[in-house]
């Protein structure tokens, strides 16, 4: 089955430099969540859209924004970057219009590396 | 606020003991959904279950059981007889049942199966 892809898997920025994480939610999902995962972390929340509109916002720094587009792709574009934003950035994308709730299937993430 | 706490922090045992992954949970919620997932060595999260608060039947999945108290607010894990490819850090989480909702994950525990 197809799953979630992410892309770059790996990404070394310098300080101050922008970054930009793609992610293709498995076909037909309406939702894609963004996590960020520090080292020896658990994943934290950083925001959500639901059919293209943002649904959610968790503590998303404001160097950061994201958007869903109309192919359901969604990119998470990060400037000024610090060496605190070094961590692993997961998508996940799930199916709430179809009944079966909100199971977040997750991508194998992007570890991003700022230098 | 929600919350959920996995006390065990690290826990190593020998090959084909069994384990139990503790999880305690705080909503305000009536109707949530709680969730357990896998972080292997390899870094991606993999879905392994989601329970609706109205629904306590516990369920197995062959050597993997999961017991779901309301009443204690506990969502446990049992790995039956375990394999060294079980070891791996084990997230539980918690989501609202309304809309596009964030996951809220515990503190993860390491799990090292020794052979």
């Known amino acids: 089955a197809a799953g979630v892809i992410q892309s770059p898997r790996h990404l070394i920025k310098e300080k101050r430099e922008t970054a930009t994480l793609k992610c293709y939610p498995i076909p037909r999902h309406d939702t894609v969540y963004w996590y960020q995962q520090g080292p020896g972390q658990d994943p934290q929340f950083l925001i959500s859209?639901?059919?293209?509109?943002?649904?959610d916002k968790g503590s998303i720094p404001d160097r950061f924004s994201a958007q869903q587009f109309s192919d359901y792709h969604s990119e998470l574009n990060m400037s000024s970057l610090e060496l605190g934003d070094s961590a692993l950035y997961f998508c996940?994308?799930?199916?709430?219009?179809?009944?079966?709730?909100?199971?977040?299937?997750f991508g194998p993430g992007t570890r991003l590396t700022v230098l | 606020a929600q919350k959920v706490t996995q006390a065990q922090t690290e826990i190593s045992v020998v090959e084909k003991e069994d384990v139990t992954l503790d999880c305690v949970y705080e909503t305000r919620d009536t109707t949530y959904y709680l969730f357990w997932y896998k972080q292997p060595p390899s870094g991606e999260l993999v879905f392994l279950i989601r329970?609706?608060?109205?629904?306590?039947q516990n369920e197995i999945s062959g050597r993997y059981s999961w017991n779901f108290q309301k009443s204690t607010s506990s969502f446990n894990f049992t790995i039956t007889a375990s394999q060294v490819v079980d070891s791996a850090v084990y997230f539980c989480a918690l989501s609202e049942s309304q809309g596009a909702q964030k996951l809220v994950f515990g503190q993860g525990t390491r799990l090292t199966i020794n052979p």
């Open positions: 329970r609706n608060s109205f629904d306590e």
């Open positions: 996940a994308s799930s199916l709430l219009s179809g009944g079966t709730g909100d199971t977040q299937y």
């Open positions: 859209f639901y059919e293209k509109m943002q649904s």
